[in-house]
């Protein structure tokens, strides 16, 4: 256990102007504390990109854009992974299929917000794609 507690709160803006998602996750705590957030993917998702604070993901005729201000934060999708568990979904008792999941680690000094911004747009992107192909065309 780490030493003094951590609260986390997280709170979700959509921007109907602009079509996207605002999450703020802050976390309240006393000293330096190393801490984690997950987005998980449909098994269906394909990953196009992550680097620096942004991921590109198609999805089903979509393209997904998460983005954060916070150039501090390491981002890195995980799939099929058994240490740590993750990547993974269970449909059923003792089945489960491989999913990318976005992880994004930080270490923080007492109170921290990290913002991070959804987009999705109703066109795929091919842009980060060997050939400017679509894998999951529509």
């Not at 270490?107 to 091919?126: A, C, F, P, Q, W």
């Amino acid at each position: 256990r780490l030493p003094g507690p951590v609260t986390h709160r997280r709170t979700v803006h959509f921007t109907r102007a602009n079509g996207y998602l605002l999450i703020h996750d802050t976390f309240r705590c006393s000293g330096r504390h190393a801490i984690e957030l997950f987005f998980h993917m449909h098994e269906e998702a394909v990953v196009l990109y992550v680097r620096d604070g942004e991921a590109h993901i198609n999805w089903r005729c979509r393209h997904l854009v998460f983005t954060s201000p916070d150039r501090n934060a390491g981002w890195e999708i995980i799939s099929q992974s058994d240490d740590p568990k993750l990547g993974w979904r269970s449909p059923r008792f003792n089945q489960k299929h491989a999913i990318p999941t976005l992880r994004i680690r930080r270490e923080i000094d007492g109170e921290h917000t990290i913002v991070t911004r959804l987009e999705i747009s109703s066109k795929m992107s091919n842009s980060f794609l060997p050939g400017g192909k679509a894998e999951n065309a529509c």
